[in-house]
């Protein structure tokens, strides 16, 4: 049978990598691939997570199965993160959550959760966005039209032009949604729009499924919570696919959540059985190792605080590097005016430059960025800054 199989080209973002890997130049800098790194290039442990390894080390007498729907503590850490512990929905109890296998494990589950509720359901995701998005919704079974979302002649979101695509959405559709810190263009929603958005999908009678990868990257772990909230305040049924790789820095360990936030607790409830039932036929039980060290976190008074002061060091430090480049650039003369992402969020932001100025930074000065022009800003560093944006000049102007 596997003769018949033809063997797939590598996935173009790891790819990069593995090419990024072997080059053998002495200066290289790798802006692809989308985990968090230091000044020095690591993706380092977060000082509470190591913390929380040690305690469930010397209590963790056993490796027996947990509950198929997660760990405790961990499903009740992440509702109260991402919708704030005073939240009516968590006063009600018309919110529960799934652990999953990761961000990536939380969407696919959500997709086939979507088919379960509406067999005819399309979901709008938006142009552009994660490319696994696509694969992995298809894979749950759904339809998909795209929005517009993103100019990159401008760096603009098109909101006038997402509204009036969304307005051809019939009842029962779901639309994906990205909670901050959009990947791949850095682009976040205003309040103003989060606002006109639920007003659309409430008279639309549209479902939001809110990816959120990046909670606490962009302004702040309520901040960048601001569009999920107000759509459970003001919308009946709500879906969110959370994420801790990179908040929590647990990339390997694939910890995420399946949220259901219902109009009533027993609706919730139904939702929380449903993602369990389908988790059950594609992988039986979750991963714990994760969820106990999230849960730690979320539960002790001081893990927490530690956790939230080294994530805002690594918010502020993206935010800081978003600013240098920009000042850089300009100091440099650049032909291009690269404010535009001094003013995005999270570890993404398209440079707007074609596939043959990126095949030039790759190969004249070991810079590696996709073929869309995504780079991962906390790739840069304060010590390479200079031989990023000189080389960039030189490719732009040449």
């Known amino acids: 049978m596997f003769n018949i199989l033809e063997a797939l ?24 691939v989308g985990v968090y790194k230091d000044e020095v290039g690591h993706t380092p442990v977060m000082a509470a997570i190591k913390a929380a390894e040690k305690a469930l080390f010397d209590a963790e007498d056993s490796k027996s199965y947990i509950a198929q729907v997660g760990v405790e503590a961990f499903n009740a850490g992440i509702l109260g993160l991402v919708l704030g512990s005073d939240h009516a929905a968590l006063r009600e109890k018309r919110a ?15 997709g086939e959760l979507i088919v379960r509720m509406n067999p005819k359901a399309t979901i709008w995701v938006g142009d552009p966005t994660w490319a696994n998005h696509i694969p992995v919704l298809q894979g749950a079974g759904l339809k998909l039209v795209t929005y517009p979302y993103y100019d990159k002649a401008t760096s603009s979101i098109r909101f006038d032009e997402m509204l009036a695509a969304l307005e051809k959405a019939e009842s029962g559709d779901a639309v994906l949604l990205h909670g901050c810190c959009h990947n791949p263009c850095g682009a976040d929603l205003s309040q103003e729009q989060w606002q006109a958005l639920a007003h659309l999908m409430l008279r639309k009678e549209l479902l939001p499924f809110v990816d959120l990868a990046y909670q606490g990257f962009g302004e702040g772990l309520d901040e960048d919570a601001y569009g999920i909230r107000l759509l459970a305040e003001q919308l009946p049924d709500v879906l969110v696919a959370s994420s801790c790789s990179k908040n929590f820095g647990l990339y390997r360990e694939r910890t995420g959540s399946v949220i259901c936030i219902a109009q009533s607790p027993e609706k919730a409830a139904a939702g929380q059985s449903h993602v369990a039932h389908i988790a059950r036929a594609i992988y039986s039980m979750p991963p714990a190792h994760g969820g106990f060290l999230a849960g730690m976190v979320l539960s002790d008074a001081q893990l927490r605080a530690d956790w939230v002061a080294e994530l805002a060091t690594m918010r502020n430090r993206m935010n800081d590097l978003r600013s240098l480049f920009v000042r850089k650039m300009a100091e440099k003369d650049s032909p291009v005016d690269f404010g535009f992402i001094e003013k995005q969020f999270g570890m993404f932001s398209f440079l707007g430059i074609s596939p043959e100025q990126i095949k030039r930074l790759k190969e004249e000065f070991a810079i590696y960025i996709v073929g869309s022009s995504r780079i991962n800003v906390a790739g840069i560093s304060e010590s390479g800054i200079d031989y990023l944006t000189d080389s960039l000049v030189k490719v732009l102007k040449s």
């Open 96 to 110: 529960t959550a799934v652990m999953t296998p990761g961000g990536t494990g939380a969407l696919r589950l959500g």
């Open 9 to 32: 080209p590598p996935d173009p973002i790891l790819g990069l990598t593995t090419e990024y890997k072997a080059d053998p130049r002495n200066i290289k800098i790798d802006l692809g």
